[in-house]
């Protein structure tokens, strides 16, 4: 969520309607195109880490949405979860029902072609503002935001009040999800059933909660865990990862963390094992994390400076984890190496990361889901770009079916472009520039694949942020 240095979270005083207003600032930075050549030398580290039964107090979920098939309150669900340990099972899990599409609240505005009004835009391509009413943007470029279950985008949304929104991809259809309750940083589950997030309890704490997009009827928020949570400075809002899909029960794990401990829920409710984690660093907050897209007891993360740390800037280390076994880290890129905004590979075995502006890959799993350690560390290397090109990379993230990158310059280059780049780094190619001013993390572009013929990207282009989707273009190269 930071180019390294991440801005100020903009957080008003927890009460009524101000719960966040409007979400973290950036300064985006000059990004140099070095040819840094860092190795990945990850070393294991073991310290006191512990897994603990998850959370505390009862999980009676509130909130039962209605409509046909949408959930049933007060069950149970029994067994271990996932394959990250002996989960505890808590009854009174809220189970959502994907069912049809559920209907909310019409946002307001039109979709609007803004192609002709952009500094750059490559041969045959369509830019597309999909919000124009309040302010729009999409949580993260490795934060999954489409559904294809539901063929609708997802993105967060803020007027006076925090909530989450989607569109069908061409922009119609855009519609508030979240009821009148706030929420925030919403992602799509691996599965495309639903949309979760950071929603807001009555006494103003936070938990996770979550929308079924296919369930027939209104579109109704269902609290997922009950640990009335507040973040742990300097973060002002929840760390939430991607889901991942527990091979056990065939549903969707969300990771999430006020700072320091993670929690894992699944998307009926039923809470799983607690986990800190044995990193040198784990008296510090975390700054993000994702579990890995395969396998669910596989995670990477990075921890925030520690100190007097306001505007969240991260340390340099990515580290590694098996939830199975929390004692035991290993960093990707090796020690002094700045490495961030990583992302895994769609078959779960690499992670990406940019170093100075140029993005590196390391091999991080085996297919099977063990480590492809070498010597103690990870093979990786430079991918790009190689080519004559002065845009540099700042976010890349893979295509859906793994064949390419899209990438975001950094707030250096004018227009802050977005293009496709080869797995190799040999080839790339212009899509749009975002013209974003990046005044704000909301308005900083972070481009990312929706399905293989769109990729979405949010732009205070206007002096406000909104959404926009990239389309007519092909990924093969010239």
Same mark, same amino acid.
């Given at each position: =969520?930071?180019?390294?240095?991440? $801005?100020?979270?903009?957080?008003?005083?927890?009460?009524?309607? $101000?719960?966040?207003?409007?979400?973290?600032?950036?300064?985006?930075?000059?990004?140099?195109?070095?040819?840094?050549?860092?190795?990945?030398?990850?070393?294991?580290?073991?310290?006191?880490?512990?897994?603990?039964?998850?959370?505390?107090?009862?999980?009676?979920?509130?909130?039962?949405?209605?409509?046909?098939?949408?959930?049933?309150?007060?069950?149970?669900?029994?067994?271990?979860?996932?394959?990250?340990?002996?989960? /505890?099972?808590?009854?009174? $899990? +809220?189970?959502?029902? *994907?069912?049809?599409?559920?209907?909310?609240?019409?946002?307001?505005?039109?979709?609007?072609?803004?192609?002709?009004? =952009?500094?750059?835009?490559?041969?045959?391509?369509?830019? /597309?503002?999909?919000?124009? /009413?309040?302010?729009?943007?999409?949580?993260?470029?490795?934060? *999954?935001?489409?559904?294809?279950?539901?063929?609708?985008?997802?993105?967060?949304?803020?007027?006076?009040?925090?909530?989450?929104?989607?569109?069908?991809?061409?922009?119609?259809?855009?519609?508030?999800?979240?009821?009148?309750?706030?929420?925030?940083?919403?992602?799509?589950?691996?599965?495309?059933?639903?949309?979760?997030?950071?929603?807001?309890?009555?006494?103003?704490?936070?938990?996770?909660?979550?929308?079924?997009?296919?369930?027939?009827?209104?579109?109704?928020?269902?609290?997922?865990?009950?640990?009335?949570?507040?973040?742990?400075?300097?973060?002002?809002?929840?760390?939430?990862?991607? +889901?991942?899909?527990?091979?056990?029960?065939?549903?969707?794990?969300?990771?999430?963390?006020?700072?320091?401990?993670?929690?894992?829920?699944?998307?009926?409710?039923?809470?799983? *094992?607690?986990?800190?984690?044995?990193?040198?660093?784990?008296?510090?907050?975390?700054?993000?994390?994702?579990?890995?897209?395969?396998?669910?007891?596989?995670?990477?993360?990075?921890?925030?400076?520690?100190?007097?740390?306001?505007?969240?800037?991260?340390?340099?280390?990515?580290?590694?984890?098996?939830?199975?076994?929390?004692?035991?880290?290993?960093?990707?890129?090796?020690?002094?190496?700045?490495?961030?905004?990583?992302?895994?590979?769609?078959?779960?075995?690499?992670?990406?990361?940019?170093?100075?502006?140029?993005?590196?890959?390391?091999?991080?799993?085996?297919?099977?889901?063990?480590?492809?350690?070498?010597?103690?560390?990870?093979?990786?290397?430079?991918?790009?770009?190689?080519?004559?090109?002065?845009?540099?990379?700042?976010?890349?993230?893979?295509?859906?079916?793994?064949?390419?990158?899209?990438?975001? /310059?950094?707030?250096?280059?004018?227009?802050?472009?977005?293009?496709?780049?080869?797995?190799?780094?040999?080839?790339?190619?212009?899509?749009?520039?975002?013209?974003?001013?990046?005044?704000?993390?909301?308005?900083?572009?972070?481009?990312?694949?929706?399905? =293989?013929?769109?990729?979405?990207?949010?732009?205070?282009?206007?002096?406000?942020?909104?959404?926009?989707?990239?389309?007519?273009?092909?990924?093969?190269?010239?």
């Amino acid at each position: =969520m930071k180019n390294i240095l991440l $801005g100020i979270v903009i957080a008003l005083v927890l009460v009524g309607i $101000g719960w966040y207003a409007g979400s973290r600032t950036q300064n985006s930075g000059n990004i140099a195109v070095n040819n840094v050549s860092p190795t990945s030398t990850g070393t294991s580290t073991a310290q006191n880490a512990t897994t603990s039964s998850g959370g505390s107090g009862s999980n009676q979920n509130t909130g039962a949405p209605t409509g046909n098939g949408t959930t049933s309150s007060g069950g149970s669900t029994s067994g271990n979860g996932t394959t990250s340990g002996s989960g /505890t099972s808590h009854s009174g $899990g +809220s189970t959502v029902t *994907p069912g049809n599409p559920c209907t909310g609240t019409p946002l307001g505005g039109s979709p609007v072609n803004v192609t002709a009004q =952009m500094s750059q835009v490559g041969t045959g391509v369509t830019v /597309t503002q999909i919000t124009t /009413t309040k302010s729009n943007w999409t949580t993260y470029s490795d934060m *999954p935001t489409y559904s294809a279950a539901a063929h609708v985008l997802a993105f967060n949304t803020y007027g006076t009040t925090n909530s989450l929104s989607t569109a069908n991809l061409d922009g119609t259809g855009a519609q508030i999800i979240s009821g009148n309750q706030q929420g925030r940083d919403v992602a799509v589950s691996e599965d495309g059933k639903y949309a979760y997030y950071e929603g807001q309890n009555p006494n103003q704490s936070s938990d996770m909660y979550a929308v079924a997009l296919t369930g027939a009827g209104a579109c109704q928020p269902v609290r997922l865990s009950n640990l009335n949570l507040k973040p742990i400075p300097p973060e002002g809002s929840l760390i939430i990862s991607n +889901s991942s899909i527990d091979p056990a029960t065939g549903r969707n794990v969300i990771a999430f963390s006020e700072g320091l401990v993670i929690h894992r829920v699944l998307d009926n409710g039923t809470e799983l *094992p607690d986990v800190t984690l044995g990193d040198p660093e784990n008296m510090d907050v975390l700054h993000r994390m994702r579990l890995n897209p395969k396998f669910p007891n596989i995670m990477w993360y990075k921890r925030d400076q520690a100190g007097q740390n306001p505007n969240g800037v991260a340390q340099e280390e990515i580290w590694v984890v098996d939830l199975n076994h929390p004692g035991t880290v290993y960093s990707v890129a090796g020690p002094g190496v700045a490495a961030d905004h990583n992302t895994w590979s769609p078959d779960g075995t690499e992670i990406g990361y940019q170093v100075n502006g140029q993005w590196y890959a390391a091999k991080i799993l085996n297919p099977d889901g063990t480590w492809a350690l070498q010597n103690g560390g990870f093979a990786g290397g430079l991918i790009g770009p190689k080519v004559t090109y002065t845009y540099g990379a700042s976010y890349c993230t893979f295509a859906p079916d793994g064949s390419v990158y899209v990438c975001t /310059t950094g707030g250096a280059v004018h227009g802050i472009p977005v293009y496709l780049m080869s797995l190799d780094g040999t080839k790339v190619k212009l899509l749009a520039d975002t013209d974003a001013k990046a005044a704000s993390f909301d308005g900083i572009p972070k481009a990312e694949f929706l399905d =293989m013929q769109h990729v979405v990207f949010s732009s205070d282009r206007t002096g406000t942020p909104q959404v926009y989707v990239i389309s007519g273009f092909t990924t093969t190269f010239p």
